[in-house]
């Protein structure tokens, strides 16, 4: 059986799966892909259609490679695979939200989603169960959060997140910062999650990106906990559903 490879070129890590449907085979990161990669994949699994998204404008010597071997898109605005994107300038939304809400919508068909990405940035995009998505919200990552008290003041430490930090205030520096970055994006999570809650429809929180665990702690005693569905891989399940339904 047929097999695609799904390629996801960040700022700083490449991401690659291989599924057969939806099916995960395989999936990777490198913070280099190198040719010998491609070989070793293409030689080990039945691959005969690739997808790459992309935040790097350069093409790298694998790319010629691999669109050489097989059928090779790039994925694009244009391509929704049944999301209607209202979106008012669609050439700028970031292929990675894009990709994750074409990824919700596939998982869950017919159903209101909320996809909250936890990577360098937080992103919330909202798709309703009709499949239209009208845009979302971008505030600063966790680690983002942090790096900026210390990076913006003269006193403040930079200390590293604490899952087990459960208090509602700080008694000293370290667990002042501890409860304003932490309490912060909880209060941020629930915020906008009731905000698109209020439109009356039943709806999934999809939790993807690295810190969507941490996310999961923070929101685990909420009343939001019963919606809540971890997709660490949902960039990567986009862009398999947009190759999947864009053969041509």
């Not at 350069?58 to 244009?78: C, H, M, R, T």
């Not at 970031?94 to 992103?123: E, F, H, M």
């Not at 702690?217 to 864009?246: C, M, R």
């Amino acid at each position: 059986m047929e097999a695609a490879l799904v390629i996801d070129i960040g700022n700083t890590y490449t991401k690659i799966a291989v599924f057969k449907h939806n099916q995960m085979l395989l999936n990777e990161q490198y913070l280099q892909l190198v040719p010998a990669i491609i070989n070793n994949i293409l030689d080990n699994y039945p691959v005969a259609r690739a997808i790459i998204s992309s935040v790097k404008k350069d093409s790298q010597e694998w790319q010629g490679l691999l669109a050489a071997k097989v059928p090779l898109i790039y994925f694009n605005a244009g391509m929704t695979s049944g999301i209607t994107n209202h979106y008012l300038t669609p050439q700028t939304l970031g292929l990675d939200r894009l990709a994750a809400v074409i990824g919700a919508y596939y998982l869950y068909p017919g159903k209101s989603n909320i996809v909250i990405d936890g990577g360098t940035c937080i992103t919330y995009d909202w798709v309703d169960d009709g499949g239209n998505y009208f845009g979302g919200s971008i505030s600063p990552g966790l680690n983002m959060r942090y790096k900026a008290l210390n990076n913006y003041t003269a006193g403040l430490p930079l200390i590293s997140a604490d899952e087990n930090f459960a208090a509602a205030s700080g008694n000293n520096t370290t667990s002042a910062i501890l409860s304003g970055v932490q309490n912060g994006i909880k209060y941020e999570l629930e915020g906008f999650i009731e905000s698109y809650k209020n439109n009356g429809k039943e709806m999934n929180v999809i939790l993807s990106g690295g810190d969507s665990i941490f996310f999961d702690t923070l929101l685990k005693n909420s009343i939001f906990a019963p919606y809540i569905k971890i997709e660490p891989y949902l960039v990567l399940k986009g862009l398999n559903a947009a190759i999947q339904t864009n053969n041509d």
